[in-house]
């Protein structure tokens, strides 16, 4: 399966952008979205963000789960208490492997449960950051430590 992970801040701005494959079942950690369909992913997650915006003020949940699909290309969501929203966008592999693999069901419970699991930790790791003194609101994150725990992060759950 490959991911696009994006963090949009409370200006809808990309504040964080990451693309990473699955390292579970033996996949090697690159993303494999088609070269010609990859400048989409933007897209599908920034045009996600309407119906993230409709659905924030109905539960007061933090992880809202499978948001939007677009083709086979599925958004989940989590938003923190300071409106920042953290979008995954994720696309199955083409390969056919039993529909209980994480890599094969985008839908499955266990997949929500690896996703929420990414967010959580990228979540603890955000909070680190912002928590530096010269961090100011919806400033793009550079950091080659936030970078590399996002990816650890990737690589222990999805």
């Known amino acids: 399966m490959s991911y696009y992970f994006s963090i949009v801040g409370t200006k809808d701005n990309p504040l964080f952008e ?24 933007q897209f599908v997650v920034h045009s996600s963000l309407d119906i993230v915006e409709e659905v924030q003020w109905n539960g007061g949940q933090m992880y809202l789960k499978l948001i939007d699909r677009f083709y086979n290309s599925y958004v989940s969501c989590w938003i923190t208490g300071g409106n920042i929203k953290f979008l995954l966008l994720h696309q199955p592999s083409g390969t056919t492997r ?7 069901n985008p839908t499955s419970p266990a997949t929500e449960e690896a996703i929420k699991s990414f967010f959580a930790d990228v979540y603890e790791v955000w909070v680190k950051n912002i928590m530096n003194p010269f961090y100011r609101v919806d400033q ?19």
């Not at 793009?140 to 999805?158: C, E, N």
């Open 18 to 41: 990451l693309e990473f494959g699955t390292s579970k079942a033996g996949g090697d950690g690159l993303a494999r979205f088609r070269e010609d369909a990859r400048h989409i992913n």
């Open 98 to 104: 039993a529909s209980t693999s994480v890599a094969a």
């Open 140 to 158: 793009v994150v550079t950091s080659p430590v936030f970078k590399a725990r996002v990816v650890g992060a990737g690589k222990k759950y999805l």
